[in-house]
Antibody, heavy 131, light 106 residues
Framework: QVQLVESGGGVVQPGGSLRLSCVGS????????MHWVRQAPDKGLEWVAF???????????YYADSVKGRFTISRDNSKHTLYLQMNSLRAEDTAVYYC?????????????????????WGQGTLVTVSS | IQMTQSPSSLSASVGDRVTITCRAS??????LNWYQQKPGKVPKLLIF???SLQGGVPSRFSGTGSGTDFTLTISNLQPEDFATYYC?????????FGGGTKVEIK
């Protein structure tokens, strides 16, 4: 079955760095766009970043404004692994970080703009930014 | 795009019909998904493209709407449905989620 397993979370001081990993299995990882989504303690969900499937330097990458310039999403398709490099961490980055697979379909009238959703999700990894 | 869910919480009884609304700040056609999250658990996809039921999700869940106004309806509420529900737009980045609706036991 499709499975995503995150790792790399932990406690880091403000201004510090951390790299999260997400290993995918049970699907063709190299053909799948991937997202990072986070959830601060007792708060709602916030999309963080997306990378398209090929992972080359020219591949599509998108970021939430709240992390742009500090976080970098990348992937190694040979290792079926998605990464999130987080630099200049702030207290407000404290959250459970989930990786999620981009799922999609082209409905009638959406030939150039598929319907997409996050599914499945990994179990999450907790990042705590605190001194 | 801002996504506004209402109510933020509600109390209901087993067997009730529950309706949660989600409003987008601009038209998003049918690019709207619904997720369920139980405490300490991973979000689970219920509905995609506004009204398409994800495989394995009970038919008591249904989604309607297009443009800016959407609803998630749970008919015949079951004990396992007590959770927090999120809408999410997939029209464009940043793929904004609504603030969530917590469904509690009355």
């Amino acid at each position: 079955q499709v499975q995503l397993v995150e790792s790399g979370g932990g406690v880091v001081q403000p201004g510090g760095s951390l790299r999260l990993s997400c290993v995918g299995s049970g699907f063709t990882f190299s053909n799948s766009g991937m997202h990072w989504v986070r959830q601060a303690p007792d708060k709602g969900l916030e999309w963080v970043a997306f990378i398209q499937y090929d992972g080359t330097d020219g591949s599509e990458k998108y970021y939430a404004d709240s992390v742009k310039g500090r976080f970098t999403i990348s992937r190694d398709n040979s290792k079926h692994t998605l990464y999130l490099q987080m630099n200049s961490l702030r207290a407000e980055d404290t959250a459970v970080y989930y990786c999620a697979k981009r799922s999609y379909y082209y409905g009638s009238g959406s030939a150039n703009h598929p319907y997409t959703w996050f599914d499945p999700w990994g179990q999450g990894t907790l990042v705590t930014v605190s001194s | 795009i801002q996504m506004t869910q209402s109510p933020s919480s509600l109390s209901a009884s087993v067997g009730d019909r529950v309706t949660i609304t989600c409003r987008a700040s601009q038209s998003i056609s049918s690019y709207l998904n619904w997720y369920q999250q139980k405490p300490g658990k991973v979000p689970k996809l219920l509905i995609f493209a506004a009204s398409s039921l994800q495989g394995g999700v009970p038919s008591r869940f249904s989604g309607t709407g297009s443009g800016t106004d959407f609803t998630l309806t749970i008919s015949n509420l079951q004990p396992e449905d007590f959770a927090t529900y999120y809408c999410q737009e997939s029209y464009t980045t940043p793929f904004t989620f609504g603030g969530g609706t917590k469904v509690e036991i009355k």
